[in-house]
Structures are given as C-alpha cells and as structure tokens.
C-alpha cells in the first residue's frame, strides 16, 4: 500500500502560481497511475490531471489534463524521490479548491472509482 501526503496549498492572487506535491511512502508508489484532483463544497471531486506509469519504459507515461486546466496546469512525477507534483501557473479563481493526490493501479484512466489511495487534500485559494 502507499500512503499520500500532499502539500503546497494555500492562497496566492489571481495569475499567480502554486506548485501542489504529493509525497508517497513505499515502493508501490511506482506501477501506479497518479492523479491530482479538486473538490469545491457540495461538488463531485473532480480530476484535475493524471500522469500514468509505462510499464515498458519503466516510466511516466501520458499526461491528461481537464480543459479548465489546460496550458496552464502540468502534472509531473519523481519515482527516485516518491513524489508526483502539480505546477499550477495562472490561476483563475475559480481553481479554488481542495486539492487531493491520488494513485491508482488499474490501467484504466484515472477516475474517482478506480483510486485505491487519496491523500487528505490541500487547500488552494485564488483570490480576484
């Protein structure tokens, strides 16, 4: 199993930037598919971006990205360190959230009922 652990969160301006990490305890981290999700109060946690594992290469693998996010958000992964992160640069209010890392091991892409580890979220606000 893996344990996460996110971090980075808080409240920065409106074109600003935020860099989410999500810190991950045990080999398993790697071979699993990661996600970053967001959830507003009241709403369905929403999948923000995913980075898969390539099995072949013994690697990151394709990146999705939801259209709110697109060119500005970037997912990205550190096997060697445990850690996958999410660079978050022009900001628009309406990103804020709570921010949740997530692993996955299905091949499948990355939805809410596939997850097998959440971490316990971090907070973003985007003030105007």
């Known amino acids: 199993q893996v344990q996460l652990v996110e971090s980075g969160g808080g409240l920065v301006q409106a074109g600003g930037s935020l860099k989410l990490s999500c810190e991950g305890s045990?080999?398993?981290?790697?071979?699993?598919?990661m996600g970053w999700f967001r959830q507003d109060p009241g709403k369905e946690r929403e999948l923000v971006a995913a980075?898969?594992?390539?099995?072949?290469?013994?690697?990151?693998?394709?990146?999705w990205y939801h259209d709110s996010v697109k060119g500005r958000f970037t997912i990205s992964r550190d096997d060697a360190k445990n850690t996958a992160y999410l660079q978050m640069n022009d900001l628009k209010v309406e990103d804020t959230a709570v921010y949740f890392c997530?692993?996955?091991?299905?091949?499948?892409?990355?939805?809410?009922?596939?997850?097998?580890?959440w971490g316990q979220g971090t907070r973003v606000t985007v003030s105007s």
């Open positions: 997530a692993s996955q091991r299905a091949p499948q892409p990355v939805a809410v009922d596939r997850v097998d580890f």
């Open positions: 980075i898969s594992w390539n099995t072949e290469s013994g690697g990151p693998g394709p990146t």
């Open positions: 045990g080999r398993s981290f790697r071979s699993y598919h």
